[in-house]
């Protein structure tokens, strides 16, 4: 299988011309450097995708692109390549257990150890398999809450579940960073988490708010059985659901479903609060609005109640990977479209 379609796989000079331009035609405005000597025509995406092929071009004839890369080949939606809130990009990472490349910019090689069933073959890649993808990626990443991205980022797309990646942390115990994998993957990984900001989110709920862990993205349903909303959070004992309002909510279709789902939620007996983007970096503010909330809560009675998170015999359940890799095309069609409104 060869690269996707508007993919180019880089070309070296060749001063016949017969394999690739020659040095004078590399130099021209029809090619541009795709970096260590190799080129792309002009005409090549400058997409996160195109950055792993160029990078890809650089493996030896044994390693696989892994980490964070090899997961958004996979189909890691969430993998978009950046760093630092999107303002820089991140190395793509290759593993090997040859040492005639090196780590550069915009590159980073990894020597080790590598078995042969841990690489597989994916849409013209070679690529490490996706739960030894993740084991890089959060042994390697730069904190818990980073780490916890990571996890619930693959469970999103359906690559790797909570036991694939217990079950690789638990069997190299051994390795570097396996500890923060492990703990991470025991005490926060979900399933069901929508994007990187509803993560972080579930963490100040927890590491700065205190409060018990919520559920993620569960439904909510009238006493009747209709489907109120699926908060982004949901503490079904206190009562309290919280969401992440993105740049997105503020657009007036999206805000008018918003308000209304609100409503609903108030009006049904469960108490509602919304993180902000700026909240990410400075929670305080949402920490607070979380405290009324539960203050709030805590003063409604369980008689007072007209929602519920029981589900109605007609509700398909698709709350883990194992529930969503169940579903044929259509039915992920249907019930897993809204996830991709999140942001």
């Known amino acids: 299988m060869g690269l996707p379609a508007g993919l180019e796989w880089p070309r070296r000079v060749d001063p016949t011309g017969r394999q ?9 405005a029809a090619w541009r450097s795709a970096g260590w000597g190799l080129v792309v025509p002009a005409t090549a995406p400058t997409s996160v995708e195109q950055r792993i092929v160029e990078a890809a071009a650089r493996l030896p004839s044994y390693g696989g692109v892994t980490g964070w890369a090899a997961l958004r080949w996979m189909g890691g939606y969430w993998f978009d390549g950046l760093a630092e809130g999107g303002r820089t990009e991140r190395p793509v990472d290759l593993a090997t257990a040859d040492s005639s490349i090196r780590s550069r910019t915009g590159l ?3 020597e080790e150890r590598l078995a042969p069933g841990e690489l597989i073959g994916h849409a ?6 996706p739960a030894r993808s993740l084991f890089f990626e959060m042994r390697h990443a730069r904190g818990r809450v980073a780490a916890g991205i990571g996890a619930d980022m693959a469970a999103y797309s359906d690559l790797v579940s909570r036991d694939e990646a ?10 570097d960073g396996i500890g923060q994998m492990r703990d991470v993957v025991l005490d926060d990984m979900d399933e069901n988490a929508w994007s990187p900001a509803e993560v972080v989110a579930r963490r100040i709920w927890c590491d700065v708010a205190g409060l018990p862990r919520p559920l993620c993205n569960r439904p909510v349903f009238d006493l009747q059985g209709r489907h109120l909303g699926t908060p982004d959070l949901l503490d079904p004992v206190a009562g309290v659901a919280g969401e992440y309002d993105s740049a997105l909510h503020l657009e007036g279709a999206q805000r008018a479903r918003d308000v209304h789902r609100e409503g609903l939620f108030r009006q049904a007996g469960l108490e509602y609060v919304t993180m902000l983007s700026a909240d990410l970096g400075r929670p305080e503010a949402f920490v607070a609005r979380l ?3 539960y203050a709030r809560a ?4 369980m008689t007072d109640r007209g929602w519920t998170v029981e589900l109605p ?5 698709t709350f883990t990977v194992a529930q969503r890799r169940a579903l044929d095309d259509r039915q992920r069609e249907r019930l897993l479209k809204l996830r991709l409104r999140t942001g």
């Open 124 to 129: 013209g890649l070679v690529v490490t398999a």
């Open 108 to 110: 980073v090689v990894s």
């Open 298 to 301: 805590a003063r409604l009675s």
């Open 166 to 175: 217990l079950a690789i942390a638990l069997a190299n115990p051994g390795w």
């Open 313 to 317: 015999p007609w509700w398909v359940p």
């Open 20 to 28: 690739g331009p020659t040095r004078a035609q590399a130099r021209g």
């Open 291 to 293: 405290h009324q909330a």
